[in-house]
């Protein structure tokens, strides 16, 4: 198990590390000043997903001060590794739901059949494993509502970075 965790890890820390790298138009003095600490800001993370700096409350707001470290609704690497966990899960998802309907279109059986399977039909091909233009949409919108809840974003900074750090897949070319 230890194993798997640690690629799970690995790969959260490579998209979050593609997506601060992809902020950069967006916002270059923050991602240049982050890159430096992004590895110990990722161990951090990991060591304890559930105390990752949350924001707090701008100064003057009202309400008592949130979880999290003075200052840290300002830092975009825990956010990003939290949005890239997300999207990994949600895309594990549906490739796992993808992966089920494969082996019963390889066995042609319809949802939920049993019996012994048929051939399947000339020319059906198994479903790709891309992204289309609403899953796209789903990824990108994982990422704003991180960036508005972990991050405190508010929603059109949220969704000025999404599309940053996202991309535009088929959905049009990031902003730059």
Same mark, same amino acid.
């Given at each position: ?15 979050? +590390? ?37 924001? *707090? ?17 300002? !830092? !975009? ?14 895309? $594990?998802?549906?490739? $796992?739901?993808?992966?089920?309907? !494969? ?5 042609? *059986? ?8 048929? $051939? ?16 796209? +949409?789903?990824? +990108? ?18 969704? !000025?970075? $999404? ?14």
């Amino acid at each position: 198990m230890k194993t798997s965790r640690h690629t799970y890890d690995a790969e959260v820390a490579e998209l979050a +590390r593609g997506m601060l790298e992809r902020a950069a138009p967006v916002a270059p003095e923050q991602v240049a000043a982050e890159r430096r600490a992004f590895a110990m800001m990722c161990m951090a993370y990991f060591a304890d997903p559930r105390r990752a700096p949350a924001p *707090r409350p701008a100064a003057g707001s009202a309400g008592a001060p949130g979880p999290g470290l003075p200052g840290t609704q300002e !830092l !975009l690497t825990p956010v990003l590794v939290a949005a890239a966990a997300a999207v990994l899960t949600h895309l $594990a998802d549906k490739a $796992a739901t993808a992966s089920r309907e !494969l082996v019963r279109r390889m066995l042609h *059986r319809p949802p939920g059949e049993d019996g012994p399977p048929a $051939a399947a039909p000339a020319g059906d091909e198994p479903p790709g494993a891309r992204i289309d233009e609403e899953q796209w +949409r789903e990824v +990108r919108g994982i990422v704003t509502r991180t960036l508005m809840r972990h991050g405190g974003m508010p929603r059109d900074r949220a969704e !000025l970075m $999404a599309a940053a750090v996202v991309g535009g897949g088929p959905t049009g070319p990031a902003p730059g």
